[in-house]
């Protein structure tokens, strides 16, 4: 019943922009806060950008700050990240991840809190 689907991804070159969308299936936003983690080679997962729409809360890791932006559009029941001046270093496998009752206010999102995962979607930014 629960789903989380991804999609969006592909392959951008430094400087250009890709829009990320994260439907979610069998749970409204009402209820669970939508994060976007990233995965890169060899590299640990990351929380990258989270939005609540039960409390307008938002995270963005540093290092996406000024160029990412998360949104929500609840009719539709999905999640968008705008990301914008891709950088190589963005390079990662993407998921969507629901916490339900998450708030942002104060702490960011954190891996083990998330109740579900969606399978990902592949970004690719060359230099």
């Known amino acids: 019943e629960v789903q989380l689907v991804e999609s969006g991804g592909g392959l951008v070159q430094a400087g250009g922009s890709l829009r990320l969308s994260c439907a979610a299936y069998?749970?409204?936003?009402?209820?669970?806060?939508i994060v976007w983690f990233r995965q890169a080679p060899g590299k640990q997962r990351e929380g990258v950008s989270g939005?609540?729409?039960?409390?307008?809360?938002?995270y963005y890791e540093d290092s996406v700050k000024g160029r990412f932006t998360i949104s929500s559009d609840n009719a539709k029941n999905t999640v968008y990240l705008q990301m914008n001046n891709l950088k190589p270093e963005d390079t990662a496998v993407y998921y969507c991840?629901?916490?339900?009752?998450?708030?942002?206010?104060?702490?960011?999102?954190?891996?083990?809190?998330?109740?579900?995962w969606g399978e990902g979607t592949r970004v690719t930014v060359s230099s």
């Open positions: 991840a629901a916490e339900y009752g998450g708030s942002y206010y104060l702490y960011p999102p954190n891996y083990y809190n998330m109740n579900y």
């Open positions: 069998g749970f409204t936003l009402n209820d669970y806060a």
């Open positions: 939005i609540s729409s039960r409390d307008g809360s938002t």
